[in-house]
């Protein structure tokens, strides 16, 4: 999330104070991703240091407002028009959670798949509720917060498919564990020949 670039381009239409920013961002946004006041202002700090924002003064009730400038209206317009990529992969908690479940001994990677699947299965519920009651027919502020709602839901359904297909994973990887050890004699790990040694016969010496 580019806090930076969002409140630059609500700075596009007019001054705004730190309070004012953080209110239409989260309206903006349907809430999703609450800013803390501290987070405004420290961004906004950042933004005057290289350029983008000026301070213009107190508005006479103690808020400091701020304003664009040339150079942050030409960052807000790069940052619409190029594509929101990466530069690396995004760290994603859940995926590394799953990699070091399946390599660590004694962690049940089932119930930890399970428990996932149930939370975001709830989370998916929540937000289509909170779809619902939002009017597909709408426009400005009510469809910004319909575009969001649906991005979350498409990634709630994105992640409980990648859940099913790493449950279905580890049970097909059991089963080959499985496998592996019933074809092997007991005892013996895979590929080691464990067939029986033959028996040395000492010969007895001729004559007695």
């Known amino acids: 999330m ?4 969002s409140l630059l381009a609500l700075l ?4 705004r104070y730190g309070y004012q920013l953080r209110s239409e961002f989260e309206e903006r946004t349907g809430a999703t991703w609450p800013l803390n006041i501290g987070q405004v202002y420290t961004t906004l700090d950042r933004l005057e240091r290289d350029g983008l924002v000026e301070d213009t003064g107190d508005d006479g009730e103690g808020h400091r407002v701020y304003a664009i400038t040339d150079a942050g209206r030409t960052e807000v317009a790069d940052w619409f028009t190029q594509p929101a990529t990466p530069s690396t992969p995004p760290r994603n908690e859940l995926a590394i959670k799953l990699a070091i479940a399946v390599t660590t001994p004694g962690v049940d990677v089932e119930r930890v798949i399970q428990a996932q699947r149930s939370s975001t299965l709830r989370q998916l519920q929540d937000v289509t509720r909170a779809k619902r009651s939002v009017s597909e027919d709408v426009s400005g502020t009510e469809l910004a917060g319909l575009l969001v709602l649906e991005s ?21 990887a059991a089963r080959h564990r499985q496998d592996t050890t019933k074809d092997s004699p007991s005892g013996a790990s895979p590929g080691q020949d464990s067939s029986p040694r033959p028996v040395p016969t000492h010969s007895t010496p001729k004559g007695r």
């Open 2 to 5: 580019s806090v930076k670039h």
């Open 152 to 172: 979350l839901i498409f990634t709630a359904e994105s992640e409980i498919r990648w859940l099913d297909h790493c449950e279905a994973a580890v049970l097909r």
């Open 12 to 15: 596009t239409q007019g001054p």
